[in-house]
């Protein structure tokens, strides 16, 4: 007996109250994947029909003048959302607008595709698609280092790649890939210590031997958008330069698979010291998808709009 395959159903919230728009694009790229080219009027009656009119279409108030300003309706917010990933990624970005419906671009090749790829972390993770021995957030923390290792040295310290090692093997090792001398004793830490928050260690190690070198110790999260604030601060700069043994505070960063809207984006970046990589900087950066998010991938691409 053939399994029902999973649905990708319509959920204005799954990915937060922060994650509206991105939820709806999403949505309307994964239907256009399954050959279902999405208008703006088709976006406007399924709000309607879903009963989302009524739902606040902005969340972030940029600007004093702004705060008076009608926003925009969200289905016109959410066109905004795929016209950026449009402009910014270029050929990277597998979607068209034929006629005004989204459709996927004739001859692109999904499988292989970087935004394809972070796109169905995105959805698998929200719509909890099964993924067989794969889960979307080891994949992403695969996604974070490899997007990464084309800019510097990058390894993943996550628990999902630890392999059985307690913390300060890993720490070492993880250290010693990118050019660095973790501390033999790593203190303060917890006696449990797992990850210490930090899922990726990257930077620039200058090659004379000397200490002072650019590092950044990094969160990747699925999570929805009122996690995000939170996990940005798992990291402690300061923790991670004595672990280091560095003479500079490493910078802080986060890791997501969703496109983060701009007001959002400010907002986060506004009230930490911490800097945001969302799928357009991941898709950018990425050369080739990992051997651990095909499955990932496999398991969206055959789920049902």
């Not at 969200?74 to 066109?79: I, S």
């Not at 292989?112 to 929200?126: E, Q």
């Not at 930077?203 to 650019?214: I, L, Q, S, T």
């Not at 984006?265 to 991941?282: A, S, T």
Request: hydrophobic share 45%.
């Amino acid at each position: 007996m053939t399994a029902t395959p999973p649905l990708i159903d319509p959920q204005i919230d799954i990915y937060g109250t922060d994650g509206r728009t991105g939820a709806l694009a999403d949505l309307l790229e994964f239907r256009a994947i399954k050959g279902h080219g999405m208008s703006l009027a088709d976006l406007v009656d399924l709000i309607d029909n879903m009963g989302w009119t009524r739902k606040p279409t902005r969340q972030i108030i940029t600007a004093a003048e702004d705060e008076d300003d009608a926003a925009d309706p969200l289905a016109e917010q959410t066109f905004s959302l795929i016209d950026e990933r449009r402009e910014v990624l270029g050929d990277r970005y597998p979607f068209e607008l034929v006629l005004g419906q989204l459709h996927v671009k004739e001859g692109f090749d999904l499988p292989p595709s970087p935004y394809i790829a972070v796109l169905a972390i995105t959805i698998a993770h929200a719509w909890k698609i099964n993924c067989g021995a794969t889960t979307p957030e080891a994949a992403l923390e695969s996604v974070v280092a490899a997007a990464l290792k084309t800019r510097m040295a990058a390894v993943e310290l996550g628990t999902g790649s630890r392999a059985g090692k307690s913390f300060v093997d890993h720490l070492r090792e993880g250290a010693a890939a990118i050019g660095l001398s973790a501390s033999p004793n790593p203190v303060s830490r917890r006696v449990r210590a797992q990850d210490s928050g930090v899922d990726t260690l990257a930077g620039h190690v200058w090659a004379d031997g000397r200490p002072g070198h650019w590092v950044f110790i990094g969160q990747a999260t699925c999570g929805q958008t009122d996690t995000w604030a939170k996990k940005l601060t798992e990291p402690k700069p300061a923790l991670w330069r004595e672990y280091l043994q560095e003479l500079l505070t490493p910078q802080r960063f986060l890791a997501v698979p969703h496109h983060v809207d701009g007001n959002f984006f400010r907002f986060l970046h506004q009230q930490d010291e911490g800097l945001i990589v969302d799928r357009l900087r991941l898709v950018l950066a990425l050369e080739a998808i990992t051997d651990s998010v095909s499955p990932v991938v496999a398991a969206v691409l055959a789920s049902a709009a």
